[in-house]
């Protein structure tokens, strides 16, 4: 199993509390399944196994996480979750992702 592969079921795991609220489901993103609210994406998995949540700015950099980087440009409301923080972590910051762009997202 690659890293990406570990990362996703890792975000299967605490996927059930998510997908039992309203609008919540799986979709698509960067080339990866993630969790969406109406659509849009707050979580998924990357290739390197992290989690990368949809955060206000000043919320990753509150939770001490990186800005996720794509095509050398810093996506400054996604960070990175390393896999390593474990599951408990990841299930916090998911939880806060998913209150974040449901607020946001009509």
């Not at 079921?9 to 993103?29: Q, S, T, W």
């Amino acid at each position: 199993m690659d890293d990406r592969a570990h990362g996703r079921e890792r975000l299967d795991e605490i996927a059930p509390d998510l997908l039992a609220k309203p609008d919540v489901a799986f979709g698509r993103m960067f080339s990866s399944d993630g969790l969406s609210v109406r659509g849009k994406i707050f979580a998924f998995a990357a290739n390197d196994g992290s989690l990368v949540v949809k955060l206000p700015a000043e919320r990753v950099h509150e939770l001490g996480l990186d800005n996720m980087v794509m095509g050398g440009r810093t996506m400054r409301e996604w960070a990175k979750v390393p896999f390593a923080d474990g599951i408990e972590r990841w299930r916090a910051v998911v939880d806060d992702a998913y209150a974040f762009v449901d607020s946001i997202t009509p």
